[in-house]
């Protein structure tokens, strides 16, 4: 079990394959998931020769539950010390949904140097939440909601989720599979719920619009235009619009968790892309 611990003494867990003088993909897991979400990404990428990264946030999956820490801020401090730890350089950073702001706000806070490209796949970027500035938002009370459902009964909210509109299986003709719900039930339950809670709020209100245009290397911007968690218009489209040097690649018909449902595509595209 490999863990760095960070200056405010929380372990962090990660996994790191591959050969160490390869190109290096580091990968950023949604809410409330884990690394283990990248599955299909690791191990496809790790056979094209690349040398491959994930992490656990604080409160997921195996990194240590602490009670406090789970802000935007944390997030990617905590990213710098796996980055330190394994001596990272000229990696590309891929974050999807709520991993796509930690990317952002990684690269923002911590600088650009040690990075050479970055893909952020269904992010949250760069604002969730409804305010006057951001009217195409999503209402305060849809998260606050899903706070409340998980505070009621965590474990049959994260069956629903995967369940339903993740993965776009409550659409007309979708072919839920068993597995992969059961896969997302099992990463969440994993992680505390007290991090999981709070990050419902890092995720929703954290504004990335400045950390977007502060990038200059190249990204990558993934969406689905039937993302039912983050929805297209206000997420992916805006993003590509603040980044100055970005590529916006629009999947019709996908959903929220097409990293999974469509593995095949969003491989190929990604690896098109670090390789140009």
């Not at 905590?78 to 974050?95: E, I, Q």
């Not at 950390?211 to 206000?234: A, F, S, W």
């Amino acid at each position: 079990m490999a863990f760095v611990t960070t200056k405010d003494g929380v372990e962090i867990f990660y996994k790191d394959w591959g050969p160490r003088d390869a190109q290096v993909i580091f990968f950023h897991h949604g809410w409330p998931l884990s690394g283990d979400d990248w599955d299909a990404q690791m191990l496809f990428f790790l056979a094209q020769g690349y040398r491959v990264i994930a992490h656990d946030r604080r409160g997921h999956g195996r990194s240590s539950q602490v009670w406090d820490g789970h802000d935007m801020d944390h997030y990617a401090d905590d990213v710098a010390a796996v980055v330190d730890h394994l001596g990272v350089r000229g990696a590309v950073h891929v974050g999807h949904s709520t991993g796509g702001g930690e990317v952002v706000h990684y690269l923002a806070r911590h600088g650009q140097d040690r990075a050479s490209k970055a893909a952020i796949l269904a992010a949250v970027p760069p604002l969730m939440v409804q305010t006057a500035s951001n009217p195409g938002g999503l209402p305060k009370s849809v998260f606050d909601d899903l706070q409340a459902q998980l505070a009621a009964n965590r474990a049959q909210f994260y069956h629903d989720i995967p369940a339903g509109p993740f993965y776009g299986y409550n659409r007309p003709g979708a072919t839920p599979s068993q597995g992969v719900i059961l896969n997302w039930w099992r990463q969440g339950m994993m992680g505390s719920a007290k991090a999981h809670y709070d990050g419902i709020v890092a995720f929703s209100q954290t504004d990335f619009t400045e950390d977007l245009k502060r990038l200059t290397l190249p990204v990558l911007v993934m969406h689905g235009d039937d993302d039912q968690i983050v929805p297209y218009e206000n997420s992916g489209l805006l993003s590509a619009r603040l980044l100055s040097n970005s590529t916006l690649k629009t999947y019709k018909g996908y959903p929220h968790g097409m990293p999974t449902t469509h593995a095949d595509i969003i491989n190929a595209d990604l690896l098109a892309f670090i390789r140009s």
